[in-house]
């Protein structure tokens, strides 16, 4: 599974953007990296934003699997409504 970061998250694992080394450009590659990098990134924080409206996420004390039962349901009403 392919995990996004930001630029705090270097060495974890994560895909983590290009960064610009002092006096130095980056590549075309390592732009269009980054470029591709902010769309999904935004894409993501824009849908966790909009699933903290739900009065169910907005406090996020769910314990054990009960968050990831949350999101989903939330999630797929969510489709329902645009679905409709």
Excluded: F
């Amino acid at each position: 599974m392919t995990v996004l970061g930001d630029g705090a998250c270097l060495n974890c694992g994560m895909v983590v953007p290009r960064r610009k080394r002092p006096r130095w450009a980056l590549l075309a590659g390592e732009e269009a990296d980054n470029v591709a990098h902010r769309k999904v990134r935004a894409r993501v924080e824009h849908v966790i934003g909009r699933m903290k409206n739900y009065k169910i996420l907005r406090d996020c004390r769910q314990h054990g699997d009960g968050l990831h039962h949350a999101v989903q349901a939330v999630a797929h009403m969510h489709n329902l409504a645009l679905a409709s």
